[in-house]
């Protein structure tokens, strides 16, 4: 029904072709980068509109008196920059849940009413912005069984590609080309590549040698941008912890946007006083795991944090597993509530998961922006923008002589 000149005869005048982030895999950083580009736009057009056509993870918002679920990244995006010339629905306009994969292919969602939901959520997004980036959902396959695949997506929009990649060079290079291969089938324009994560020590030789694949293998699409790792990033917060154990803070809720390394959990298996020592030695802001049966830790850590509260580990935290099978005494959350009032108490998590599950699921998560976490997504925006091209790309697309001169 929409085919991709019938999308671009739409395009408002003044916004030319949209821009359209995809990734060659999972957790590249395609949020980040779109966040990072985001910003950079907003600084060079009075006002930037952003979609995600195609979601899976949603949050539920309030918009004219209404509920109504969005994206959780189109969400993020839109607290963080003040989109307030955009609604909800239209920058969020397909969401994906469980079931929606076998409704399609049941024939009870037709192709056609996808295409028109992000036709008319482009539309209006269009219509009140001088440029649209779209933000795609994860590589450019992912959506493919309903039709509705970022390349093809990006098709309908007549949008201009960017690929996300993980830093390196032969690996690198072998995921861009597969995810390239789709954007020729839908005939959608790479204008660009942008490399996460680059180890800082090879990132002048990751821009030299990607430049030259590029420029061998894909007719000069130009590297955008080279961003060197930054281990912050990857750190999960306490709020992330929660999500990820299904829980809540027993104690310490005002701390619950704390990140802290992985490489700095510690699992305690040894005497109350050797783990008290080793608390006020370790860095402060430390992780540290014990078993539910270990009351004496819970409660010296605890007890002891009054002591530490200027000195070292106090803002160490601790989660305490195994809490299936052994639940805390009525006696522990009585002292627990007791310093709840008093808000002085670091913070404690419980995990209903033997120790060995909980610390490998910690170590194995890869924790999400989202906008509750300034902190996180204020540190994203100012690592990743400096290093893109945004010239470049706005040259590429054919949008440099609209934008405002940047000093």
């Known amino acids: 029904m929409y085919e991709g000149d019938v999308f671009q005869s739409s395009q408002n005048g003044n ?8 990734a060659t895999r999972q957790h590249v950083g395609k949020t980040s980068t779109s966040l990072a580009l985001l910003s950079g736009l907003q600084k060079r057009f009075d006002r930037v509109g952003f979609m995600k056509p195609v979601g899976q993870q949603s949050l539920q918002v309030e918009e004219n008196g209404k509920i109504v679920d969005c994206d959780k990244d189109a969400v993020l995006v839109k607290h963080h920059f003040g989109l307030d010339h955009l609604k909800y629905g239209d920058i969020s306009p397909v969401l994906i849940p ?10 009870k969602i037709r192709l056609e009413h996808q295409e028109e939901l992000v036709y008319n959520a482009y539309r209006a997004v269009s219509a009140d912005s001088e440029i649209v980036l779209c933000e795609g959902t994860g590589h450019c396959a992912v959506g493919s069984i309903v039709h509705a695949s970022n390349a093809q997506v990006a098709s309908w929009l007549g949008a201009k590609m960017i690929l996300v990649a993980n830093g390196g060079l032969g690996n690198t290079f072998d995921e861009l080309e597969l995810n390239k291969v789709l954007c020729d089938k839908e005939g959608v324009e790479i204008c660009g590549v942008i490399i996460n994560k680059v180890q800082p020590e090879k990132l002048d030789q990751t821009r030299e040698y990607l430049t030259k694949a590029l420029d061998l293998h894909w007719d000069g699409v130009p590297l955008l941008g080279c961003v060197p790792d930054r281990p912050f990033l990857g750190c999960p917060a306490l709020s992330d912890l929660e999500k990820l154990f299904k829980t809540k803070l027993l104690t310490g809720e005002n701390h ?9 959990m510690n699992l305690v298996a040894t005497s109350l006083q050797v783990f008290l020592h080793t608390l006020r030695k370790n860095p402060s802001r430390s992780l540290y795991v014990c078993h539910a049966s270990r009351n004496d830790i819970l409660l010296g850590f ?9 000195g070292a580990g106090n803002e160490s935290a601790l989660v305490v597993t195994g809490t299936d099978e052994y639940p805390l005494s009525a006696q522990v959350l009585d002292i627990i509530e007791g310093l709840n009032e008093s808000g002085n108490a670091p913070p404690v998590m419980l995990a209903p998961y033997p120790t060995n599950v909980a610390m490998d699921m910690i170590h194995r998560y ?13 540190t994203t925006v100012k690592h990743y923008e400096p ?18 001169q940047v000093n």
Not at 15 to 22: E, K, N, R
Not at 98 to 107: A, E, I, N, S, V
């Open 366 to 378: 890869t924790p999400k922006l989202n906008f509750e976490d300034d902190n996180r997504v204020n």
């Open 387 to 404: 290093h893109i091209d945004f010239d470049l790309l706005l040259e590429r697309t054919g949008h440099l002589d609209r934008a405002n």
């Open 302 to 310: 605890l007890m002891d944090h009054p002591l530490r509260k200027q």
């Open 15 to 22: 916004t030319g072709a949209p821009l359209y982030v995809a």
């Open 256 to 264: 619950k946007l704390r990140h802290y390394r992985v490489q700095d």
């Open 98 to 107: 469980r079931g929606y994969t076998r409704d399609y292919l049941d024939g």
